[in-house]
């Protein structure tokens, strides 16, 4: 079966290339019950005669998150809610009872979560039969008239059959007669009403071309598969079989009228067929006495109350049907007793119980244990149709798990080709089922991928055809004569025909009346006519003689032929008996031979069993150290990686804070020697002017030509240590400023007054700004030596760090005066040769003030990687 699904489609697979003409898929029908309730809400739809659709319930896409999507399922055929069992039996167990009787074997096994009606499916209800009574009808309609006598085939304890003599099949069928309860219903007696609705079939269904030259034999058996063990449903048992085998302790019931039944094993025959041994095959001959059969076996089913079923069964149910069929001999009247002539065919019907989920059927004790073992038989069961058809379509070899489980280990040989496979899926469409039922879905999806080798047919007997109605109506014709002639019909008539044709031929006598006594006439011709006898008389004498003396020498070597002829078969038969007995020694070897490895068989199952169970404890032991050690890995490669990201944190941090601090110390230098520079040339400026003549104060040009000319840096002292280069900001999208003013600043209210464009203005510098900008100045203002405000512009380039932060170089100052014209100091006229002392020490500390403004780049500041601007105090001259 496959699926049309919304996803993306699978990948096409190359199979194996095989004679696919002698294979032949599972068959795999799906039949939806009826829903309970009228309004109750539905999950699954049939779309066409092959097709279903399965969507999810309402709601279930919330909880899955719009996993699921409606998904289509494709059958070999589709049985709605108003189907009948008439036409699901016609499509479906029809052609399995037709190769039944033609001598092929057939499995039919109904599956589904509980709840979904396979037992109705197989069993059916009162009124209306299910499969198994209709295909028991079809069998027993189809071979009614040819159907041997009782005990004629008798089966062997390895799934043989041979068949009787009328003797043994007499002495058989007499010492049933004679057992005061027969164990066997018998048919003449009344049908139980509690199962007779169920098999009244008015259809009268039978097998066209029935082989009329065979005679048939029915036996059925029914087997019960029970937390993995094999009970006998038939065998009768001295207690009641409804009761537990456990107790509420899980332990055997000691009771000394209680014994629980022995479960039973499987074993192959040399047709490599599986078969349980001991197992009670029943041989039935008509319908009522065989459902009688399955019915006394159904009662001792196991089944029970659950949540979700009513009377869901617990355990895997298998009918067995075995038809024997043998041909007759050449006359038409005796069976052939060879037994390469019998044909032994069987034809199963499984009940498989219900999959399910213990969350739901709310299972405890006895019935969670069972519901385990139910699930763990189905999986295998899964599993085995999942190999199978992976090393049908990838060409693989893999070993197929039939042992793992008591059900697929039964039905082996007929996946390996030993006949048809049938499954009809049973789906409830109530929305509870809906994820239960998608998981059988995918199980006939898969299972129907599967091929089954056809089984071969066997050859044709050489006798001829028509051999028993031929001998029956020669045993009509001569029944018929014998009323005629009121009597035996013998050879008599035959022999008083002979004589009296003989008698015709002498000739007449004539009349030998004396009328007169010298009549001379009558006595002359009746002499001749008596001579004439006479002499035929001789002559036919002589000629019986002569036939009797060779018929005596044809007698003789007749004698001496059937003498030597005896001579030769006793020789035979000699060497005949000694090869029987020969051959009758080595069977009794391979028995005892055969016994031996039986018993070693089962000494290495048990072996085996140990071995596997060590093998799944080791590995359970190796998938838990291995899960330990793969925690282990885990946590290792954990703690590695975060010991490694503390270490290239910590080693990124350090590298930042390297930098910052020799940035930091760099600029520091940096501005030191500028200062000391500055100074140093303006004292040289002082100490060059000559002293009779005053100096003249710069003016604002001036100044702010000499603060450009400062601006630029003085390289680093070679002593300072290498600064890393940073990367400056792409000035392509045009320049922007941050205006960093100080709350605390006071307005100047001067004319002019600095402008600049695109700038951010803010009270303290912060992270947010300097990221957006890549220049900035800030505004100081202090009081000048005269007693004016002096306002400071520091300019500088922000740079952007390795640890992600902002950096400022400064790079500029610029002075902002204001003077008032009455406070302002005048100078003496150059020509006053001696300047008074007050003078020049103004003038000197003029010039002092004006080279005591330096910037210096300290760490830890509230303005970046660490800057901070400040006045040092003026120094007095000695």
Request: contains cysteine; neutral net charge.
């Amino acid at each position: 079966m496959k699926a049309s699904r919304t996803k993306t489609p699978r990948k096409p697979v190359l199979k194996k290339s095989s004679n696919t003409s002698l294979k032949d898929p599972v068959g795999v029908y799906c039949r939806v019950r009826p829903l309970s309730v009228q309004d109750q809400e539905c999950c699954i739809e049939v779309i066409s005669e092959t097709t279903i659709q399965i969507h999810p319930p309402d709601g279930y896409r919330i909880f899955r998150n719009g996993e699921y999507r409606e998904t289509q399922y494709t059958f070999k055929e589709v049985f709605g809610t108003l189907v009948t069992q008439k036409a699901l039996f016609d499509v479906v167990a029809r052609p399995l009872v037709e190769d039944l009787i033609r001598g092929k074997n057939g499995l039919l096994f109904t599956y589904g979560v509980t709840g979904s009606g396979k037992t109705h499916t197989m069993t059916g209800s009162p009124g209306d039969g299910g499969l198994l009574p209709r295909c028991l009808d079809m069998i027993f309609n189809s071979i009614g008239p040819f159907q041997a006598k009782r005990f004629v085939f008798k089966l062997d304890d390895k799934n043989g059959v041979d068949v009787q003599c009328e003797v043994d099949a007499l002495l058989e069928r007499q010492k049933r007669d004679a057992m005061p309860i027969p164990k066997t219903p018998s048919g003449k007696r009344q049908i139980d009403p509690e199962f007779a609705d169920m098999i009244s079939v008015r259809d009268h269904c039978k097998v066209e071309e029935v082989e009329e030259d065979n005679v048939y034999s029915v036996f059925v058996s029914y087997i019960e598969i029970y937390n993995n063990y094999i009970y006998d449903l038939l065998e009768e048992i001295p207690f009641d079989p409804i009761k537990p085998k456990w107790n509420s302790c899980n332990t055997p019931v000691q009771n000394g009228d209680f014994i629980p039944p022995q479960s039973k094993v499987l074993r192959e025959d040399q047709n490599h067929n599986m078969y349980v041994i001991g197992c009670t095959e029943v041989e039935v001959k008509s319908t009522e006495e065989a459902f009688e059969v399955f019915w006394r076996g159904q009662k001792k089913r196991r089944i029970a109350n659950t949540q979700l079923n009513r009377e869901s069964s617990r355990s895997h149910s298998v009918f067995m049907i075995k038809l024997a069929q043998a041909p007759l001999d050449a006359d038409g009247d005796n069976v052939l007793q060879e037994r390469e002539q019998i044909t032994l065919s069987q034809m199963s019907l499984v009940d498989l119980a219900g999959s399910e989920r213990t969350n739901r059927t709310k299972a405890e004790g006895n019935r969670l244990r069972e519901a385990g073992n139910i699930n763990q038989s189905l999986m295998t069961l899964r599993t085995c149709i999942e190999v199978l058809r992976e090393n049908q379509m990838y060409g693989t070899n893999k070993m197929v798990p039939y042992r793992d489980s008591k059900l697929t280990h039964l039905f082996k040989n007929y996946f390996d080709g030993e006949g048809k496979v049938r499954m009809i899926v049973c789906v409830n469409p109530k929305a509870e089922d809906y994820e239960e039922s998608l998981q059988v879905m995918r199980f006939a999806e898969m299972t129907q991928e599967v091929e089954v080798a056809r089984p071969v047919d066997k050859p044709l007997f050489g006798l001829t055809p028509g051999r028993r109605f031929r001998n029956q109506a020669f045993k009509d014709e001569l029944s018929r004569k014998l009323e005629i002639r009121g009597g035996p019909i013998s050879g008599e008539t035959e022999e008083q025909s002979v004589t009296e044709m003989l008698l015709q031929n002498f000739p007449p006598l004539p009349s030998c009346e004396l009328l007169d006594v010298n009549d001379d006439q009558t006595l002359p011709r009746l002499i001749e006519v008596l001579e004439k006898r006479h002499r035929m008389r001789q002559m036919l004498s002589e000629e019986f003689t002569k036939n009797v003396l060779a018929f005596k020498t044809m007698l003789q070597e007749f004698d001496s032929s059937i003498v030597s002829k005896e001579n030769y078969a006793q020789g035979k038969l000699t060497e005949k008996e000694k090869m029987i007995a020969g051959q009758k020694t080595e069977i009794e070897r391979l028995e005892k031979k055969t016994k031996t490895l039986e018993y070693k068989i089962e000494i290495l199952e048990k072996t085996t069993t140990i071995y596997e169970e060590d093998k799944r404890n080791l590995q359970q032991e190796l998938e838990s150290k291995s899960q330990k050690l793969q925690r282990q890995a885990s946590d290792k490669r954990r703690l590695e990686a975060r010991l490694q990201g503390m270490v290239t944190e910590t080693t990124m941090k350090w590298e930042k804070e390297c930098e910052r601090r020799v940035a930091a110390k760099q600029l520091e230098m940096q501005n030191k020697l500028w200062v000391k520079d500055e100074k140093l040339k303006q004292l040289k400026a002082i100490v060059t002017e000559p002293k009779n003549e005053k100096p003249e104060r710069p003016s604002r040009e001036k100044d702010r030509e000499k603060a450009f000319q400062r601006s630029v840096s003085p390289p680093p002292a070679p002593t300072a240590p290498p600064v890393r280069l940073r990367h400056r900001r792409s000035r392509s999208a045009g320049e922007r400023w941050v205006d960093h003013k100080p709350p605390s600043n006071v307005p100047t209210e001067t004319v002019m007054q600095p402008h600049v464009p695109h700038a951010i203005t803010v009270a303290a510098a912060n992270e947010k700004a300097l990221a957006k900008c890549d220049k900035y100045m800030l505004t100081h203002q202090e009081l000048a030596s005269d007693g004016e405000i002096e306002t400071k512009l520091i300019k500088g380039d922000v740079y952007r760090t390795r640890g992600g932060g902002q950096a400022v170089q400064f790079t500029d100052i610029e002075t902002l005066k204001q003077e008032s014209p009455t406070g302002r100091k005048r100078r003496s006229s150059p020509s006053s040769p001696t300047p008074p002392e007050d003078a020049a020490e103004s003038e000197w500390t003029d010039v002092e003030t004006r080279c005591s403004v330096a910037v210096e780049m300290r760490a830890g500041s509230n303005l970046g990687p660490g800057y901070q601007h400040h006045a040092q105090p003026k120094r007095r001259k000695p």
